[in-house]
């Protein structure tokens, strides 16, 4: 009771700083009050149950590491733990607005930490690639209109190199990358090595992310619950950031 009541009183502006926000909420026990959808799940009896052969892909939606890594956690399995952490926002507008394939670098993120610190434990990574603002057109957004294989082969827009991949996974213990495009990888990637990379190391992997631009660099903090679809590789995501308010005009 002790923790939720300091956790709420920061939420509420009760005079914690934000790094007394985010200690409280990472620190805090989260528990699962959710059941699996299934086969089995319990149903009105007016309603059509839940079946495995929706499109889980679309719209903001959450990768488990068995999207792309066998023996990976399926939706369900992925530790409530790793729903949460502190937000790493990058911002990389300025370079994917002039190169709509542009391959989000390891100087990112070492930029990034060069300006802010170290990445810490058990944070969000989001990358701001800009490309949130074109989401009501579909060309901007993707890069095509076209459906099927001819539509996969004209795809374009920006994505997180798979030798970022690899120094994030090597050097960091990120709960999660998310960004603002259909895919973590580019829209040109055939191989989809950044995913094979994140899926292998057990971070979780948000996409079509929106409002990224409210974040600011340090300090928010993410919550991100994907449907909690028994045995899925992916599932619909609501995804929200909690940002300290502040009255200061100056901040």
């Known amino acids: 009771m002790k923790t939720a009541f300091l956790a709420m009183a920061c939420l509420l502006g009760f005079g914690c700083s934000r790094p007394d926000l985010v200690h409280q909420l990472q620190n805090a026990k989260w528990i699962d009050l959710t059941h699996d959808y299934d086969s ?10 839940f079946r495995h052969d929706a499109g889980d892909h679309g719209g ?14 399926t939706v369900e399995q992925v530790p409530v733990s790793q729903l949460h952490g502190p937000a790493v926002v990058i911002d990389i507008k300025a370079k994917c607005g002039k190169d709509r ?7 990112d993120v070492n930029n990034w930490e060069h ?6 434990e058990g944070a969000i990574i989001i990358l701001n690639t800009g490309f949130g603002k074109y989401w009501s057109d579909h060309l901007k957004y993707t890069g095509t209109v076209k459906k099927g294989p001819e539509g996969v082969a004209e795809l374009h827009f920006p994505g997180l190199s798979k030798e970022a991949s690899t120094w994030i996974t090597k050097y960091c213990k990120v709960n999660a990358i998310g960004l603002d495009t259909p895919s973590i990888d580019c829209g040109q ?9 994140l899926t292998a190391a057990a971070v979780n992997i948000y996409e079509n992310l ?14 991100a619950l994907p449907m909690k679809i028994k045995g899925g590789s992916e ?11 502040t009255n200061d005009p100056s901040r």
Do not use: M
């Open 40 to 49: 089995t799940t319990v149903y009105w009896p007016t309603d059509v149950n």
């Open 101 to 107: 394939d542009y391959l989000i670098t390891t100087d």
């Open 189 to 197: 990637s055939k191989d989809f090595q950044t995913h094979r990379i």
């Open 210 to 223: 929106c409002n990224l631009d409210e974040l600011p660099a340090t300090g928010a903090y993410i919550v």
């Open 235 to 245: 599932a619909p995501l609501r995804i929200v950031a909690i940002v300290e308010t």
């Open 60 to 73: 903001t939606h959450f990768d488990a590491s068995i999207h792309f890594h066998k023996g990976g956690n």
């Open 115 to 120: 300006q802010h610190g170290k990445i810490p």
